[in-house]
């Protein structure tokens, strides 16, 4: 029993140390263990959390990148692009925090390594280490600074980074394009005519329908019949071509000529022998005369290519003396053509505006591309036109096409022959017009019968009167009319076009777009920078020194903290007493031994 007891003996006190000699039995380390000790020696995990601040920043970065100038991107779980800027930005705050707040901890060791400090610099350091109250406490002890008050000014800083990134971003309104397509009409071939009971060939109701539409309708609008479509209301269409009809007008009241019988009412013709005799027969008074005569100021084969070349003698409505009132003549033509257009569509609202017309007035077609038939075919030849015999069974050629070809563009334009040839014969017919009314001494007229010469006439009446002693009405003339005519048929030849020649536009949708302000990224970049630099210097400058990596360790604190006699005369039960002893000692880190030590000296 003796033997055991003393072997016992023996063996506690082989394995008793001194208190001065540290104690590290040997033992297997599990791989978390071996692990720990590897990050706590080689900075591992501030290393990895400056890594992640960076990485997260730079997904900040790589996201704002790939959305810039987008829409604002719907994402599931209704995630939005700030809501991740901020997710990012709190992981990248608190990742920085944690390589800062070692790196000052680290530190305050080599503050107090072999030089007397001042031992309140420790709490000062070690407040530091925890957050933003004493950074700035550290910051305003000036003879405290050193390295470690760089880690203070990113900790204070750090508490903009969230906001500066949020700021990266904002939401303008943008006009985006959609995919969705959009279309408007246009016109490359027209041919629209109708069969009779018989039948017989002719105009279509519809293009009858355009002209009515032109005359009795007092406020056209320009896209009259054009229905675009654009899902998003919000549309533009590069500059387009489409076939259409122009008129031009041209005032010949220099060409009339006036007679007066003895005793008679005046009488006005032109060269054309359209004349117009403005006097009183059976109560009646002319007040007008059109048709298609020859032209007066056109060129002739030009307006022999046209779909109506109107000579027109017209006496403005006057209220009494009679023989002072003086006619008005003018020349319009109307014309085949092709039109080029800008449009666009507004809040649902479509505009379109036309640019340039061609050909323009007196430009003759070459032959190679004319083919029609001779403009008074069925109503006769010669200066004067007798209209009582037309009819539809007329000698017009039914095949082929009336083609148009712009220059700077390969686009044939055309109509049906068969089609160009009967709107001209219609329209011939149509305009061969007069009109009068009864006349009283107030100036009112009572129109009898003619109502497409009544409209026709009384469309140019602006509702004025001159101030001349005659009080003869004014009046807009003939363009007006035959203006309004261009565009309904126009309107009418876009409108039943085939959709495949439609002019294709652009969709755009007003939507919240992505901007980034690139410039609010600096403050991250700068800051991560310094992270990186105080970082590196701190490990740097720990390795040339020599001092021991305790960073933040409490056990480090505990056991190498101040001496036992400094201890005893600095303890109190009372921290501000505490505080007051502790202003006169100054401290130093010293081996102590085999021990690393705190000396105090006063």
């Not at 608190?94 to 390594?113: F, G, R």
């Not at 016109?187 to 105009?203: E, I, L, Q, R, S």
Request: glycine share 8%; aromatic share 10%.
């Amino acid at each position: 029993m003796g033997d055991l007891h003393t072997c016992g003996e023996e063996s506690t006190l082989d394995t008793k140390r001194l208190p001065d000699i540290p104690y590290e039995p040997q033992r297997n380390l599990s791989g978390l263990e071996v692990l720990k000790r590897i990050s706590l020696n080689l900075w591992l995990w501030e290393l990895l959390g400056l890594l992640t601040s960076i990485a997260c920043v730079g997904a900040i970065l790589v996201v704002l990148g790939k959305y810039e100038g987008q829409p604002v991107p719907d994402w599931s779980f209704g995630l939005t692009v700030n809501g991740l800027i901020s997710i990012l930005a709190v992981v990248a705050k608190a990742s920085m925090i944690l390589p800062v707040a070692e790196a000052i901890s680290q530190l305050k060791w080599h503050w107090y390594w072999s030089q007397e400090r001042p031992v309140l610099d420790f709490d000062r350091f070690d407040g530091a280490s925890r957050g933003p109250w004493g950074s700035l406490v550290l910051l305003c002890s000036p003879r405290s600074w050193n390295l470690a008050a760089l880690g203070a000014a990113l900790t204070l800083a750090a508490i903009m980074l969230e906001p500066s990134l949020q700021q990266i971003l904002t939401y303008p309104v943008s006009r985006v394009i959609s995919p969705d397509k959009s279309y408007t009409s246009r016109a490359v071939h027209f041919d629209d005519v109708d069969k009779d009971g018989n039948g017989n060939t002719m105009v279509s109701s519809q293009v009858r329908g355009a002209v009515y539409a032109a005359m009795f309708d007092s406020v056209p609008t320009t896209t009259q019949s054009i229905s675009p479509t654009c899902s998003t209301g919000n549309c533009t269409w590069p500059p387009f071509k489409s076939l259409g009809m122009c008129n031009t007008c041209r005032n010949i009241t220099s060409h009339l000529s006036k007679s007066i019988t003895y005793g008679g009412p005046p009488a006005w013709s032109l060269s054309n022998r359209l004349s117009l005799t403005g006097g009183l027969s059976n109560g009646n008074f002319a007040w007008m005369l059109g048709g298609p005569y020859k032209s007066i100021v056109f060129d002739q084969n030009w307006a022999n290519q046209s779909v109506l070349d109107l000579s027109y003698i017209y006496v403005p409505p006057v209220t009494f003396e009679l023989n002072h009132a003086e006619a008005n003549a003018y020349e319009c033509v109307l014309y085949a053509c092709v039109k080029t257009y800008e449009a666009s569509m507004e809040a649902g609202l479509y505009k379109e505006t036309v640019t340039s017309t061609w050909p323009g007035p007196n430009i003759t077609e070459p032959a190679a591309t004319v083919d029609l038939g001779d403009m008074f075919a069925c109503i006769g030849r010669g200066s004067t036109v007798n209209f009582t015999n037309a009819d539809t069974s007329c000698n017009f050629p039914t095949t082929g096409n009336y083609t148009l070809r712009p220059p700077g563009t390969s686009e044939i334009f055309s109509f049906s022959v068969e089609t160009y040839n009967f709107l001209r014969y219609w329209m011939g017919s149509r305009f061969a017009m007069s009109y009068s009314s009864g006349f009283n001494l107030q100036g009112g007229m009572d129109p009898i019968y003619n109502d497409v010469a009544q409209a026709f006439y009384t469309a140019q009446l602006n509702g004025t009167v001159s101030s001349n002693e005659t009080k003869v009405w004014n009046m807009l003339g003939p363009g007006v009319i035959m203006d309004k005519i261009a565009l309904s048929l126009t309107n009418h030849m876009r409108s039943v076009s085939d959709n495949a020649t439609a002019a294709l536009g652009t969709a755009v949708t007003i939507r919240n777009i992505v901007h980034v302000r690139w410039w609010w990224a600096t403050f991250a970049i700068v800051l991560l920078s310094l992270t990186t630099a105080f970082l590196l210097s701190t490990m740097v400058w720990t390795m040339k020194k020599g001092v021991p990596i305790w960073k933040s360790s409490s056990l480090a604190a505990l056991l190498h903290g101040l001496d036992d006699s400094s201890t005893a005369v600095m303890t109190a039960s009372r921290f501000d007493h505490v505080e007051e002893k502790a202003k006169s000692f100054k401290m130093s880190l010293k081996l102590d031994g085999d021990f690393w030590r705190m000396q105090g000296i006063r």
